[in-house]
């Protein structure tokens, strides 16, 4: 089936250690996106990608990383400078217009 | 700069009744598109329905409807005849073609249906 697919979907993190979240879709879409959401909160864009190895960052990209080497995959990394990194992470893609298609998220905890 | 605003944080509706969840939007741009998600407590997104900057009828989906008031810069979620599985969090969010495609989201509204 097509679909977004994001791992791990619950992951706990040390403080000082990166932690990688994978997304990846078959859904032939160009663009492909990382949401963040606090509890009660709306969502906050991270990073977005358009077209492959190419990527801009959102409206809280400090301590996130992306890259963007394959159509298919858009991995998050959540570096140990993002202080506050406890979230649900959201990945989504989409084509040009029309709505964008989510994965399940990614809850991340730090210990 | 593109914003959503949800000014309801919470709403109760009874069981087979109607409910609007309100949403306003800004944006200098003519060309957009507004979306309603929902958001059950298991975390996924769920799209519900679209309205185009251009579309001249208010867009329906089964029991979901917008009330798209253009002037008034309002986009607001009608739900028909409230079912208990409808309990959940409801964003608004709009896209603008111009801004990457990127969807920027209101804060929310948590929808409780009672019994």
Redesign the interface.
């Known amino acids: 089936d097509g679909g977004i697919t994001q791992s791990p979907k619950y992951l706990f993190r040390k403080e000082g250690q990166n932690v990688t979240l994978s997304c990846e879709q078959n859904l032939n879409h160009d663009a492909m996106y990382w949401y963040r959401q606090d509890p009660g909160q709306g969502l906050r864009l991270i990073y977005y990608s358009q077209i492959v190895n190419d990527f801009q960052k959102g409206d809280i990209a400090e301590g996130y990383s992306v890259s963007r080497e394959k159509k298919e995959s858009f991995p998050l990394t959540v570096t140990s400078a993002q202080k506050n990194p406890t979230a649900f992470y959201l990945c989504a893609s989409g084509p040009r217009a029309g709505e964008l298609f989510f994965g399940e998220g990614s809850r991340l905890t730090v210990l | 700069a593109q914003k ?1 605003t949800q000014t309801q944080p919470g709403m109760f509706v009874q069981e087979k009744e109607a409910v609007t969840l309100d949403c306003t939007y800004d944006t200098s741009d003519q060309s957009y ?1 507004l ?1 309603w ?1 929902k958001q059950p407590s ?4 769920i ?1 519900l329905i ?1 309205q185009g900057s251009y579309d001249q009828q208010n867009a329906t989906e089964g029991r979901y409807s917008l009330n798209f008031q253009k002037a008034r810069k309002s986009a607001n979620l009608v739900i028909s005849a409230s079912q208990l599985g409808d309990s959940a969090m409801y ?1 608004c969010a709009m ?1 603008v ?1 111009n801004q ?9 509204t948590e929808l409780s249906v009672k019994p």
């Open positions: 959503i598109g979306f998600y298991s975390g996924e997104m799209f679209y964003f896209r073609r990457g495609g990127k969807l920027i989201f209101g804060q929310g």
